[in-house]
Each structure stands twice: as C-alpha cells, then as structure tokens.
C-alpha cells in the first residue's frame, strides 16, 4: 500500500513537471504571445505573493507598502545593469545583492512598527511603500540617481553565464523566444521560493509567527522573542519581493515609479486572501487567479459588441468592476479563502459557532 502511494505521488510530480514544462507551448499557440507574457508575470506574482504571506499570513502583520521591497529589487538591477552609471554587473552579484537590499529595509520598517497591530500597521506600512515611491520619483535631482518620473531603460536581460534570455535561443531543436526562457527561469525561481517556505512553515520559526499572530502576548510568555521573531518576518518577506523585482526588471527591460503604486500592493494582497492566508497552494491559486482574470476581462468590450452592437462600457473600466464584484461575492461566501490552511479553516468555524 505504501508503495503504491509513494508511486501515484512519483506519477502525479512527473505529470505535472511535463505540464508546465509544456505550457508555454499551449498557451502561445491558444492564445497568443501575449498571454504567454502575462504567464510570466503570474510567476512573479506568486513569488511576490508567497513573500507577503509570510508577513501577512504566518505571522499576522498587516503589510500594505510590500511594493516597496518590490522596487528596491527593481531598481537594484536597473542601476546597476544599465547604462544608466555605466554598469553592467553579471546576476550572481545583483540578485542577491537585491535581495539583501530589500531585507535590509524590510528591518528597517519592521524596527518602528514592533508596537503596532491591526490598522495602526497597515497605515505605517502603507506611507513607508509611498515614501519609496515618491523618493523614487523625485531622486533626479540635484544628482540623477533613478531619472525620476522618465525611469530608466535599456536595462540589460539576465545574462546566465553567456547564455542571454533577452533574444531567442536554440535548445534542442527548439527556437525559444525571450519570454519562454523567461518562463523557466521564474519557473526555477518560485519551485526555490516554495521549498523555502515550506521548510519555513513547518519549523520552530514558522510555528513562531503563528504563536504570535494568534497571541503575542501569549507568546512572549512562552519564552518566544518576538521582536527578533517579527522583524525576520519582514525581512524574509522583503527577501522574496526584492529578488521578484529584479527579475522583474531584467524582464522588462524598464523601470519607473509608476510601476510600484499602492494598487500594487493591494493586488498582492488580494491574491493571499483569495487565495486562503497561511496556505501555500492557496496562495499560488490566488496569485494566478488575481492575475489572469483581469486580463480576460479585457475582451468584454468584444463580447459587448458581439451581444449588442456597440460597446456601453469600457473594458478598462468594467473589468476591474467585475473583479471588485467577484471579490466582494468571495468574501460573503468563502471569507476563508479558496483554499485556506487547516487551521485558519477552524477559527472561522469555531467564531461561526
């Protein structure tokens, strides 16, 4: 019996490794290449999203200036993969150097806001990501550090060791465009950031931040530091999002402040309440949900036009209406959650009852 389970698990990791291996290929030839971009896009979305759970869903610290670290990754790599200052280090250097960026000024908001719960953090967190954006916006002057409001182009692509996924590859036979090299290496990336937090979720510091978010005060008589505790929660959810920025940004070839606003933020964490707080597949569930149902719902201007005639409302407009709808249906109905934890799953059942 044993052996049988431990093959359908080898079964079910093998199918699924062949599906995603594959899917770039369907998706392009389905629905175009641009949605195969939008699939890249979800990848770092999830990483961002698996980052902020650790803040908002492990240990219950209500972040709403994640963009932040986002931007700090960003403009890491584009300064210094740019002809910008004239730069052009390789990846190993700016990735972790991004990364160490964004967790440096994770404890640096985490430092003030130890004292802070509920709305009081979140309007803390919320001013720290404006601040970044506005510093951002404004830092052209009197020396031209991120060219303001224009951003920065001609960012370089990553460069693994002479191989650069920034034009078309042969591999094996195959052409692969920028984007499907694109996808794999945030496909590498987000297997990393999972395996990450799963060994996080299930040691003594994971059990840590649940401790806290339940009960601080409880956990701090259980000999847990939670200032120590909490600050590394800001630091290795700042970690994850200054590491998707830099990606980001040797993706996009461009960089500007308008690309980190508070919506963005929001977003991110909409996708961990979709998706079910503290649930690692729920949260990759909310992550692709977030991301590609907006995008579909571009084409209700074509169904609008199919149905009517003519088109009443703009598709811009009356996607991000049906969304906010779809959000607010969610909440009354599964407020949990899609797939949330097992143990987020029985508080709400026992304030139910």
């Given at each position: 019996m044993l052996n049988l389970l431990k093959s359908k698990a080898w079964l079910t990791a093998v199918l699924l490794l062949l599906g995603l291996i594959l899917l770039p290929f369907v998706v392009e030839a389905s629905?175009?290449?641009?949605?195969?971009?939008?699939?890249?896009?979800?990848?770092?979305?999830?990483?961002?999203?698996?980052?902020?759970?650790?803040?908002?869903?492990?240990?219950?610290?209500?972040?709403?200036?994640?963009?932040?670290?986002?931007?700090?990754?960003?403009y890491c790599w584009a300064l210094l993969a740019s002809p910008h200052f004239g730069l052009n280090l390789p990846f190993w250097v700016i990735l972790p150097a991004g990364a160490a960026i964004a967790a440096l000024f994770?404890?640096?908001?985490?430092?003030?806001?130890?004292?802070?719960?509920?709305?009081?953090l979140a309007i803390v967190t919320l001013g720290f990501g404006e601040i970044i954006r506005i510093?951002?916006?404004?830092?052209?002057a009197p020396v031209n550090i991120t060219n303001g409001p224009q951003g920065i182009t001609l960012i370089e692509p990553m460069n693994l060791f002479g191989f650069s996924l920034g034009k078309k590859q042969e591999i094996l036979g195959l052409t692969l465009s920028s984007p499907h090299l694109y996808y794999y290496l945030f496909?590498?990336?987000?297997?990393?950031?999972?395996f990450?937090?799963?060994?996080?979720?299930?040691?003594?510091?994971?059990?840590?931040?649940?401790?806290?978010?339940?009960?601080?005060?409880?956990?701090?008589?259980?000999?847990?530091?939670?200032r120590n505790i909490k600050l590394l929660a800001f630091a290795m959810g700042a970690t994850f999002g200054?590491?998707?920025?830099?990606?980001?940004?040797?993706?996009?070839?461009?960089?500007?402040?308008?690309?980190?606003?508070?919506?963005?933020?929001?977003?991110?964490?909409?996708?961990?309440?979709?998706?079910?707080?503290?649930?690692?597949?729920?949260?990759?569930?909310g992550a692709l949900l977030v991301t590609v149902i907006p995008e579909a719902l571009?084409?209700?201007?074509?169904?609008?036009?199919?149905?009517?005639?003519?088109v009443f409302i703009d598709p811009a407009d009356l996607r991000m209406l049906l969304f906010g709808i779809a959000l607010v249906?969610?909440?009354?109905?599964?407020?949990?959650?899609?797939?949330?934890?097992?143990?987020?799953?029985q508080e709400l059942a026992e304030d139910a009852g």
């Open positions: 629905l175009g290449k641009s949605w195969l971009r939008i699939l890249d896009f979800a990848l770092l979305y999830i990483m961002l999203a698996l980052g902020l759970n650790i803040v908002v869903g492990y240990a219950g610290l209500l972040d709403l200036g994640y963009v932040a670290f986002y931007a700090v990754g960003a994770g404890v640096l908001l985490g430092t003030p806001t130890l004292r802070l719960r509920g709305d009081y510093f951002l916006n404004n830092l052209n496909l590498v990336f987000v297997a990393l950031v999972v990450v937090c799963m060994r996080l979720e299930n040691s003594r510091i994971g059990r840590a931040w649940v401790a806290i978010r339940e009960d601080e005060m409880a956990a701090a008589a259980a000999g847990i530091n939670t200054g590491l998707s920025g830099g990606l980001f940004a040797s993706f996009q070839g461009f960089v500007s402040p308008e690309s980190f606003n508070l919506m963005e933020s929001i977003m991110i964490l909409s996708m961990i309440v979709l998706g079910g707080m503290g649930n690692i597949y729920g949260v990759i569930l571009r084409y209700t201007g074509e169904l609008q036009r199919a149905l009517f005639g003519e249906l969610m909440m009354l109905l599964r407020p949990a959650g899609l797939l949330p934890s097992k143990q987020r799953r």
